[in-house]
Structure formats: structure tokens, C-alpha cells
């Protein structure tokens, strides 16, 4: 049971160049999302799912696009990377009885 | 904007030594979770404590709710060197479903 796998674990781009980070998820959860991890700041929702073709903002969305075709995959993607975003990125899942987040183990992003 | 806040940031202690960490919310909430990262890690969840729950324990952990301080503390026994980590509490997010915001965390230093 490998529960919520992130890939890249690390990544480096170039101001404007674009990126996917992949999340899945094998737990069968309903709920699953993205967060920001900067320095001080906690982790700050970026979007959220609640189920295959559901999606929606959270508190910072602005910068990144994501979709739910599947239960089991979540993707993040940045269409035009700017410094700013360079952050760890953690992908969650939850059950929608329980409010629990399974957190994966991260995907470090260096924006130059 | 960031619903709970801990403190201290960073707490520095001997094993065998107890641990007290808080944390501060702003508005009602239904729950509190507390979660704990190693360095480079991802996050785990550690307990759950609900509105009219006054006091929760799991092995070393207790933790309390106190919601006319808008207040919660989480209490680590009997520290030991694996505890050196930082921990979070997180309260759901307003109509995001199960999503959570978290604070800026307590670093725990637990010396040998």
C-alpha cells in the first residue's frame, strides 16, 4: 500500500517554463488536494478536489491549474513558473468521513 | 490567512523531558488536528480532537481543547530524540470540505 506518491521529488525551472507534479493516490480517498510549504508560513492550500471531476480554489490558486479525471490522480500544473512559486509542494487525500489528510512526501520546486 | 498559530516556534528540550506545544485559532471550529513533519518529510497526522472533547490522549500525547480560548495544546511525555520534529495544528477551512489550514508550526529540538 504505497498510500499518496508525489513525482518529481525535485524539480528546477527557468522563469516561464511550464511543469506538471503528479499525485496519486491508491488509498481510494474522495478528497484530495495541494499544498504550499514556504518558510514560516505553514502550508497553504493551493486547490482542492472532492471527487473525479470536481475541483476547487484554495487560498492561494492563483499560478496553477489542476484537474481530477480519476480518483486516484490529482496533477498540478504550473503554466508559467515564476520565482514566487519556488516552494515544496505536498499532495493530500482524505476520506470524506474522516478529516484525516495523508500527506505525500513532498516535491521540492527551485524557480531561477 | 492562516487560522491557527503555535507556539513557541521552537522549543528546545532533554529526553525524558515533557514538551508542551500551543496553538491559537480565531474563529469556530468543529475540530483540531495536530500533525507532526520530520525534517524533509511529509506531514503525519497525530490525533484528532473534536469541539466537545475536552482532553485526548494517544500513548505519549495529550492533547487539550479548550474553544472559549479559542485555544489547544498538545503535550508530548517522556520526550525522546526520535520526537525532534515540527508540529502543526490545522482546523478545517471554511466551506472547503474536509480541507485544513495550518499554522507555522512549533519546531522541537529533543537533545540526547
Known amino acids: 500500500n504505497a498510500g499518496v506518491t508525489q513525482t518529481p521529488k525535485f524539480q528546477v525551472l527557468k522563469t516561464g517554463q511550464s511543469m506538471t507534479l503528479q499525485c496519486a493516490q491508491d488509498?481510494?480517498?474522495?478528497?484530495m488536494s495541494w499544498y504550499r510549504q514556504d518558510p514560516g508560513m505553514g502550508l497553504r492550500l493551493i486547490h482542492y478536489?472532492?471527487?473525479?471531476?470536481?475541483?476547487d480554489q484554495g487560498e492561494v490558486p492563483n499560478g496553477y491549474n489542476v484537474s481530477r479525471s480519476t480518483t486516484e490522480d490529482f496533477p498540478l500544473r504550473l503554466l508559467s513558473a515564476a520565482p514566487s512559486q519556488t516552494s515544496v509542494y505536498f499532495c493530500?487525500?482524505?476520506?470524506?468521513?474522516?478529516?484525516?489528510?495523508?500527506f505525500g512526501e513532498g516535491s521540492r520546486l527551485t524557480v531561477l | 490567512s492562516q487560522q491557527g498559530e503555535e507556539d513557541p516556534q521552537a522549543l528546545s528540550i532533554q529526553e525524558g523531558e515533557n514538551a508542551t506545544m500551543n496553538c491559537s485559532y480565531k474563529?469556530?471550529?468543529?475540530?483540531l488536528q495536530w500533525y507532526r513533519q520530520n525534517s524533509g518529510r511529509g506531514l503525519v497526522h497525530l490525533i484528532l480532537?473534536?469541539?466537545?472533547?475536552r482532553e485526548k490522549h494517544s500513548g505519549r500525547l495529550r492533547v487539550t481543547l479548550d474553544t472559549s480560548k479559542k485555544s489547544s495544546s498538545l503535550l508530548i511525555t517522556a520526550s525522546r530524540a526520535a520526537d525532534t520534529a515540527s508540529y502543526f495544528c490545522?482546523?478545517?477551512?471554511?466551506?472547503?470540505?474536509?480541507?485544513?489550514?495550518f499554522g507555522g508550526g512549533t519546531r522541537l529540538m529533543v537533545k540526547p
Open positions: 493530500a487525500s482524505s476520506r470524506l468521513e474522516s478529516g484525516e489528510l495523508f
Open positions: 488509498m481510494n480517498h474522495e478528497y
Open positions: 478536489s472532492v471527487g473525479a471531476g470536481i475541483t
Open positions: 474563529t469556530s471550529i468543529n475540530n
Open positions: 480532537i473534536r469541539s466537545n472533547e
Open positions: 490545522a482546523t478545517p477551512l471554511y466551506n472547503a470540505g474536509n480541507m485544513l489550514t
